[in-house]
DNA sequence: CGCCTAGTTGAGGTAAGTCAATTCACGTGG
DNA sequence: CCACGTGAATTGACTTACCTCAACTAGGCG
């Protein structure tokens, strides 16, 4: 796997990395920083669809699409390296259980947009914020790079309200509630939490679907 | 392909194939009626994150995930050719096109997933009902069951609540109004485009995120 | 120092939810 | 054949969660 990885590039915060609409094959694996994936709407208001954080692949769904439905743009400056997807077809084709490990990754990623999903379809606002502040959480622990005590985080409320469909204005509101409540404080790009149990509890997170298991291989 | 369907299988309306948290590694092809596929949440309210018509694979998200983070429940009587995951690793071994193949469907599947949280999390609820009686149409087309004029859709006011994110009472409004004015009329198991134009245009309808050209192959 | 972006708070409006009553279609058993 | 039950659709009255507009504060930086 380290071999496909052939170029590493740096880009400053607030860049765009893809546009939607473009048609770049080019698939990408975070090292440090934050990205987020939206697709805007002709009215101008965007959806955020997931972030990526360090160790995430980048721009996995589109590969196999002739275009590119929805926009890439870093939230922090980002260090990531490039992999050209007919050398990772090749590999494929050579190495099987890459191929079943990249699968597995998609799904992953793909347990994540349904949940995202279903955090914006059936859950309220502030259940919904926290909901994603536990995810994120659950995410960057995986990598070392947070805890149950909190993480560093670099979004602004403009992003979170972007990602949750909510205004910038309801999501301050919520953070509120939240900090308030003694649950989670969201504050000076840095999530401390609180009181982690109770937070779980109230926003009903089941990390299970982050599966943290990995691939089931045969 | 064909080889790897090795057991037919018919199911009654409103059943479920998969549990919520079972782990049935079993992949289906919907031949004839339709399913759905949905996550329940603790406090009984449900999100439907899709519907599968003929000729969809149904099951491929939770594959390679130990355990099933989504019930799957027929809307319909249903037609299935079970495909044993096993024999599809193997497949993908020996023909690397056919894995390439699932990757592209898995990926027009998340597409839509995607496609589908914007719906909720940016559109109101008039727009996002008439996007998604589009959606449905366009990809029954693709099978040849549905054209502009309408379709069949064995739906109920209920599924569509449960997929839309609104309460039942709101989808039956958001239907008379979208009939009052003359764009779409669903009555009878019957969807039926009074004037598509002018729909396509009021819900912002682009369909190229369902890829109608299918797998880019190298 | 002044500008710009992010965050904060209040007041008032609106889209969508809840509760409840009614109708309608359909199947089933007396 | 009709009485009855059941699930779906329909409509009205009222409530609420979230939005919009708008004003103001606090930091960072040329």
Redesign the pocket.
Do not use: E, K, M
């Given at each position: 796997m380290d071999r496909l990885q052939n170029h590493s590039r740096k880009f400053a915060s607030g860049k765009n990395l893809v546009f939607q609409g473009q048609s770049d094959q080019i698939l990408y694996i975070v090292h440090s920083g934050w990205v987020c994936s939206y697709k805007l709407q002709p009215d101008g208001?965007r959806q955020i669809i997931d972030f990526q954080v360090p160790g995430d692949l980048l721009g996995l769904r589109n590969v196999l699409f002739n275009i590119c439905d929805h926009g890439i743009e870093t939230v922090t400056t980002v260090k990531v390296s490039e992999i050209i997807v007919s050398d990772l077809m090749d590999t494929f084709k050579k190495y099987p259980r890459i191929a079943i490990a990249t699968f597995w990754s998609a799904s992953r990623e793909e347990a994540m947009v349904v949940e995202h999903l279903v955090d914006i379809g059936r859950?309220?606002?502030?259940e919904?914020v926290a909901h994603f502040l536990l995810e994120l959480g659950a995410r960057l622990t995986l990598v070392g790079l947070g805890s149950k005590v909190g993480y560093d985080c670099p979004?602004?409320?403009?992003h979170l309200?972007d990602a949750m469909?909510?205004?910038?204005?309801?999501?301050?509101?919520?953070?509120?509630q939240l900090r308030e409540d003694g649950m989670v404080t969201?504050?000076n790009?840095h999530v401390t939490f609180d009181n982690y149990d109770r937070l779980a509890e109230f926003a009903e997170f089941d990390p299970s679907y982050l599966d943290q298991e990995g691939p089931l291989l045969q």
């Open positions: 208001s859950r309220g606002a502030t919904r979004l602004t409320q403009f309200a469909g909510l205004s910038a204005v309801h999501v301050n509101r919520v953070l509120r969201f504050r790009s």
